[in-house]
T-cell receptor
């Protein structure tokens, strides 16, 4: 059973703070993803990683960076949090083999920036 | 790039009725179309998917149809039950592989007893 965990369910930060969101998967998946979920906008891809130390920008990377030093861990970093980054953040992973596309999601982190 | 549009944004049905959610995609090279269900306060989970070499797929009360020519696919739920109430997301595999999915904006389905 695939398990994807995120470091916090709820987080409150102040404008300008550096914020780290951590995601860990335990199924040796190659691919990992960070999304933000906002009402009416669905799941928008921020960054994804297809291998250790490899990353690619998604659709809304501005204001975010990522780190993948180990295969099982993918971190999302908000360099200087702003109020428009208040959102639900979802991490996901997938196997990475050709034709194996199912993504397994973490429980989400609801971030509030005040 | 790939774009996925989903309609309607909200859907309200009576228990026992059918529900249909429709999505269109832009990239004719897309070959994988999953549907995810997200119950309130929970994570999205895959409920059914279809690949481009198949026109229809069923799993008990849910089915997905794909029209590659028109570039649209639909989720059909029959005999709806209150536990079907959730947000449903369609998606299509994005360009350049990497297993990147492009999601629709979601449909909030409410099934009333």
């Amino acid at each position: 059973d695939v398990k994807v965990t995120q470091s916090s369910r709820y987080l409150v930060k102040r404008t300008g703070e550096k914020v780290f969101l951590e995601c860990v998967q335990d199924m040796d998946h190659e691919n990992m993803f960070w999304y933000r979920q906002d009402p009416g906008l669905g799941l928008r891809l921020i960054y994804f990683s297809y291998d250790v130390k490899m990353k690619e920008k998604g659709d809304i990377p501005e204001g975010y960076s990522v780190s993948r030093e180990k295969k099982e861990r993918f971190s999302l970093i908000l360099e200087s949090a702003s109020t428009n980054q208040t959102s639900m953040y979802l991490c996901a992973s997938s196997l990475g083999l050709a034709g194996s596309y199912e993504q397994y999601f973490g429980p989400g982190t609801r971030l509030t920036v005040t | 790039g790939e774009n996925v549009e989903q309609h309607p944004s909200t859907l309200s049905v009576q228990e026992g009725d059918s529900a249909v959610i429709k999505c269109t995609y832009s990239d004719s090279a897309s070959n994988y179309f999953p549907w995810y269900k997200q119950e309130l306060g929970k994570r999205p989970q895959l409920i059914i998917d279809i690949r481009s070499n198949v026109g229809e797929k069923k799993d008990q009360r849910i089915a997905v149809t794909l029209n590659k020519t028109a570039k649209h696919f639909s989720l059909h739920i029959t005999e709806t039950q209150p536990e079907d109430s959730a947000v449903y997301f369609c998606a299509a595999i994005g360009p350049r592989g990497y297993n990147k999915l492009i999601f629709g904006a979601g449909t909030r389905l409410a099934v009333h007893p």
